[in-house]
């Protein structure tokens, strides 16, 4: 990230903590933000359209940085009887920094970017949508809604959400005949493969820790699956049935491995499913670290896990960071013929 978008960065979240905390118990500034909502409102949209609509309207709406920003600072909440309400959710980095991805990579769809208000000219959906476009600097199409009803805003949101592999699937990028759970496994390999690599400002990782979470973009998530196409395609028609064999954890590492050494891939898991299979290899690292799975496995089912263990398994919000670590390091050593210890 640039020192001209980190400033860009900084200056937006400062902008959103001026008018959303600062405000809260100084009366003075309290005054001086209800007068600017009040002239904002007034001033309306670039174009001479006024936030407030009695009437349902709905255009694609060139948004420009400076603009979005204005809007962020005076229509994301509310001045009523001296006191300021918040109408909206704090904003997450996290999205904002994938929005603004997408913006620079072009990667943007007007058509999903939508930024709507309500009657009385507050925003009631689309900030983070906003606040990418300050972050990347760049002025964007989005799906402007104004003259939304002032309840509507109960209904977003709250519909079931297509995960990251069915929009893929849909769109044409995976295959769409196959099944979601088969989409499911691509996206949620190649994003945990970017989850390892680069960090959410695009640099590269260095520590081996994954990102918290898969918060990329789509354009991002079909360059790591292509990229990774035949391994993801050989395991997933070879992964095992057993759920505790097939955890993303531990298939991502030699989806990784596969690009390089398919052969080596092949024969580890090939050796972890069954410990009798011959291979040209006689390093027991797949052995090892089968051993660790049925063990973790049989340690869950009697409810008598060890509280070290179980602090290990849980680092984050799953055990998809043990179990990436401990396949990685036993592919490694593996292909590398080392000696593979469990970290337990």
């Known amino acids: 990230m640039t020192t001209k978008t980190k400033n860009r960065k900084s ?14 118990n100084e009366a003075r500034k309290l005054k001086q933000h209800a007068k600017a909502v009040a002239t904002h409102l007034e001033k309306g949209f670039s174009d001479g359209t006024g936030f407030a609509q009695s009437e349902f309207g709905v255009e694609v709406f060139n948004m420009t940085p400076a603009e979005a920003m204005d809007i962020l600072k005076h229509r994301n909440s509310i001045v009523k009887d001296n006191t300021h309400i918040q109408t909206n959710r704090r904003i997450d980095e996290r999205i ?36 990418g476009i300050v972050a990347a600097g760049k002025e964007a199409p989005v799906l402007l809604k104004t003259g939304c009803r002032n309840k509507s805003v109960q209904k977003i949101d709250v519909s079931r959400s297509r995960t990251t592999g069915q929009r893929l699937k849909f769109s044409g990028a995976f295959p769409m005949d196959e099944s979601d759970v088969s989409s499911k496994f691509r996206a949620d390999i190649a994003g945990l493969i970017l989850r390892s690599t680069i960090s959410l400002t695009g640099k590269k ?5 994954l990102e918290d979470r898969s918060w ?12 990774h196409k035949a391994g993801i395609n050989y395991f997933l028609k070879n992964k095992s049935p057993k759920r505790g064999f097939k955890k993303i954890g531990l298939m991502a590492p030699l989806v990784l491995a596969f690009k390089d050494n398919p052969k080596k891939a092949k024969d580890f898991y090939n050796r972890f499913l069954n410990p009798n299979v011959k291979c040209d290899s006689r390093n027991t690292s797949p052995i090892r670290l089968r ?8 340690l869950k089912a009697s409810k008598e896990i060890d509280g070290n263990l179980f602090g290990k398994l849980m680092e984050g919000r799953s055990e998809v960071s043990f179990w ?9 050593c593996f292909i590398n013929n080392k000696t593979y210890t469990p970290n337990v």
């Open 216 to 227: 990329y973009s789509d354009k991002q998530v079909i360059a790591s699956h292509n990229e």
């Open 291 to 298: 051993n660790l799975v049925d063990s973790v496995l049989r």
């Open 205 to 209: 990782k260095k520590n081996g820790k």
């Open 324 to 332: 990436f670590a401990e396949a990685t390091r036993a592919v490694e």
């Open 96 to 131: 904002v920094e994938r929005i603004k991805n997408e913006l620079l990579n072009d990667d943007w769809f007007f058509e999903s970017a939508h930024v709507s208000f309500n009657q009385d000219g507050t925003i009631i959906d689309g900030q983070h949508t906003l606040a």
């Open 11 to 24: 200056g937006l979240l400062k902008a959103v903590k001026d008018s959303k905390l600062i405000i809260k």
